[in-house]
């Protein structure tokens, strides 16, 4: 293989403008797919700290339960099963509905368990100070403990919604047409791995003010905590 | 004389196997101040935080300004606007200025528009004479600061009660002082007090009443020149031996 050859394989401008539409409308779908599946998750894993917080065994085992099933569960597995096992039970869903399904299940479990070290991070004390001024459980929560929680784990909420969007790319296998999906068309419609190259690129120029941003947050809570 | 506007009768806490409290009364008349003193783990503290259901009582009842704070079909939300609490460790918001730690239960318990709330946190602030400091975050404040702030934040509420939980016990010394002056203050504007706490020098100035508690009971009870000067019991003679040897 020559350069030449290389790079007519890799970076040819020409594929690029052609295949261009095509990426660009996948673009926009991994947008409006993560702007469904962060909300969605992350609603999920409120729910979920939230009940972390009652202390009674019927909440806390099934609980434990679920966090652990849908950790444990690979999100490719639990997409298909969703999308091509369900239909068994009768079940047809959309491939969007089914991504969403499948989003809230997995991302929840695991923004619910860093929402949870975020509440179990905040001293009771501030509970018990929002108590004695008459404000409910539920106020406490949602004025007091809740914004402390989510300063003290936003480093890590910020990470996990960077693995969510990245892994908004497996919503291809069921035919949803993200970035990644319609990478894999123009490269087989061009024979040519540029518009995949392109894709790269465009998850590289997205994310990465994201990883730089987790990092300068990641530092300076260091130096916080020295 | 009215009636006591504080009234605890037989007063039992079990933590599992432990039994904190053993049957204690306490009964504190309108504008008294009384100081509970005693050694750790005598359940001084549980006391206190019985008497706001931070710690629910295991047996006993506990009345506070003609509410029965036990009874089911209590508001106990409502109930706590009445009785302020002062905690050793401050438990001020870190996330919210001092005008914000003040005006929250304000806003969302009294349900107070934002001007109003934070028109009467700013008169708390001043009581305490901490109006300059209004703006600032509880991290940008001293120790003494932050518990004025927080008794800013109880007295807003214009409870009848205060409760005092080791109000200067982390505090370094030279900001004990600070604190003090404005529990003295609330003291004269007629606050009822009850202030778990070893400020011996406070108690013999400004204490009604000096409670001694050992072993989940109170042992001993008197003005303070009494329980300071000439003490009745035993244990209670150690224990202010020992907390003047302390001092000195």
Known sequence: MTFDDFLQAFFSWEILEQAWPILWAGFLNTLVLSAVVVPLGFIGGVILALLSTLRSRWVRWPLIAWVDLFRSLPPLVLLVFVYAGLPFAGLEVSPLTAVAIGFFLNTGAYYGEILRAGIESVPHGQTEAARSTGLTALQALGHVVLPQAVRNVLPDLISNTLEVVKLTSIASVVALPELLFQARQAQSVTYNATPIMAAAVIYFVLLWPVVRLLSRLENRQMAGRR | ?248
């Open chain 2, 1 to 248: 004389m009215p009636g006591p506007i504080l009234e605890a009768r037989g007063l039992h806490k079990h933590f599992g196997h432990l039994h904190v409290l053993k049957g204690v009364d306490l009964l504190v008349q309108e504008r008294e101040l009384v100081f509970v003193i005693g050694p750790s783990g005598s359940g001084k503290s549980t006391l206190l935080r019985c008497l706001n259901r931070l710690e629910e009582p295991s047996a006993g009842s506990i009345t506070v300004d003609g509410i029965d704070l036990l009874d089911r079909r209590t508001d106990i939300n409502k109930a706590r606007q009445r009785i302020g609490m002062v905690f050793q460790s401050f438990n001020l918001y870190p996330h919210m200025t001092a005008l914000g730690n003040v005006a929250l239960a304000l806003r969302k318990v009294q349900g107070r528009g934002r001007a109003e709330a934070e028109a009467r946190a700013r008169e708390a602030l001043d009581r305490v004479h901490l109006a300059d400091r209004a703006g600032h975050y509880p991290g940008q404040l001293s120790g003494g600061q932050q518990q004025r702030v927080a008794i800013a934040r109880a007295i807003a509420l214009e409870p009848r009660v205060m409760l005092f939980d080791e109000p200067t016990s982390a505090l370094d010394p030279e900001l004990v002082g600070g604190v003090l002056a404005a529990m003295r203050e609330l003291r004269e504007s007629g606050m009822t007090m009850v202030v778990v706490s070893h400020e011996m020098g406070f108690a013999r100035a400004a204490a009604d009443r000096v409670i001694f508690m050992d072993g989940g009971r109170i042992v001993e009870q008197g003005p303070p020149a009494a329980i300071f000067g000439a003490p009745q019991e035993e244990r209670t003679r150690a224990f202010i031996g020992q907390i003047e040897r302390n001092h000195a």
